[in-house]
């Protein structure tokens, strides 16, 4: 089993009533305050200080304060592919959330220790989906005769032991961007597919790119006995949706994209597949998070794009494009709550410790468990 923060529920930020929710962190009174006006100059210190022993990886959706010391930016998993192509330096410094260090741990070599600046960095859409829960599921299946037929596919956003338990049963990890070659694949080998844990990514590749009918999909819901779906229904569904989502992502809804038409004419709608089928399809384009930086790189000046992704990275991108109209497609504020954690005081606080030949916060994944995720996610990379 993997370090035991992945089945941490979230919790709200700064509650304050609940000392549980700060289950998992540990910082004995070393987290410099946020107000100290010389963190900047404290992580550049660290930074320098640790030289090529330490690479710092920026999850697109981090704050700008994080990104400034970040050695590379993307998604989830080019930044792990980064790590791991990096061997060189014994530390990665993870900014981004819990199931993204574990897939860098997965892909690094022995030698590398991730880090994860805030243990409690975790995912709503990940922590929606547990390894027991999944595992109550396939013998739902196969009660119902049809696990024989079933591959499943996993996405990124999911914890290492999810992505162990699709390696252990066959199946593929996917990323928003080839979601449509992994379920291509999937499909060559079986009839059915459980797709895990986004049920909007699952659903708007199935209908919008290969065709299928929403008929096709029935979602399965991990709090109902049986998914709360009957023997027929399994049997007669080609794609069993795990009922998860992101909660950032899935804020935008349908009015979000009429209001923006009305106030904005001639706007582009550009969103993210984790969005819910109705804004997807009522968008003009569609795409994962290097889909739409690229997009928006290519759109002539003078364009006005809303954009259905993390507000973090919007900003940013409407600051690196003044030329265009970039706006956020919701009218109110839609950070990630839990990428947000990592700061630059956890920032200091990790590459200070480093330098102080203390590795604080690191994700390991077991060996068990590893393996059989690296069999799902090298079965992506195998991908045509
Ligand atoms: S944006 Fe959504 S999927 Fe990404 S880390 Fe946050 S909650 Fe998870």
Redesign the pocket.
């Known amino acids: 089993m993997t370090t035991p923060v992945r089945d941490l529920p979230l919790l709200l930020l700064g509650s304050g009533s609940d000392p549980a929710s700060e289950r998992g962190v540990d910082c004995p009174g070393e987290l410099p305050p946020a107000s100290d006006p010389g963190l900047v100059e404290r992580a550049r210190a660290a930074k320098a200080a640790l030289g090529e022993r330490v690479f710092v990886l920026g999850h697109h ?1 981090q704050r700008d304060e994080v990104i400034e010391f970040a050695d590379v930016t993307g998604d989830s998993f080019k930044l792990a592919r980064e790590a791991a192509a990096r061997p060189e330096a014994p530390y990665v410094v993870f900014c ?2 819990h199931f993204m260090a574990e897939s860098a741990d997965i892909l690094t070599a022995d030698h590398q220790r991730v880090v994860l600046p805030d243990l409690a960095a975790g ?4 922590d929606m989906a547990t390894f027991d829960q999944v595992e109550e599921c396939w013998e739902v299946l196969e009660d119902a005769g049809i696990a024989g037929d079933v591959v499943p596919v996993t996405y990124m ?1 999911s914890s290492a032991d999810i992505k162990g338990f699709v390696g252990r049963h066959g199946g593929v990890v996917c990323t928003s961007s080839n979601a449509r070659r992994a379920l291509d694949w999937a499909y060559a080998k079986g009839s059915k597919v459980l797709f895990l844990p ?1 049920q909007h990514l699952g659903r708007n590749t199935a209908v919008l790119e290969m065709g299928l009918g929403l008929d096709d999909c029935v979602v399965y819901s991990p709090h109902r006995p049986g998914g709360g779906l009957g023997e027929r229904e399994l049997r007669d569904a080609r794609m069993i949706l795990w009922r998860g989502h ?4 899935g804020r935008f809804s349908l009015d979000s994209v009429d209001d923006v038409r009305a106030r904005v004419p001639g706007v582009n709608v550009l969103v993210h597949p ?1 969005c819910r089928h109705e804004v997807v399809t009522a968008a003009d384009r569609v795409g994962s998070t290097e889909y739409i930086i690229k997009t928006l790189e290519a759109a002539p000046a003078g364009s006005a794009w809303a954009v259905g992704t ?1 507000l973090n990275l919007v900003r940013r991108l409407a600051n690196a494009h003044p030329d265009k109209n970039v706006m956020f497609l919701d009218k109110t504020v839609c950070y ?4 947000n954690r990592i700061d630059l005081p956890h920032l200091v606080r990790s590459l200070e410790s480093l330098a102080d030949g203390r590795v604080v916060n690191q994700i390991r994944v077991d060996e068990e468990t590893a393996h059989y995720a690296r069999l799902a996610l090298d079965q992506m990379l195998a991908l045509p």
Not at 246 to 249: A, G, N
């Open positions: 959706y981004g959330v995912c709503s859409m990940a956003n986004d992101c909660s950032v992502h984790e993390e990630c709550s839990t990428m």
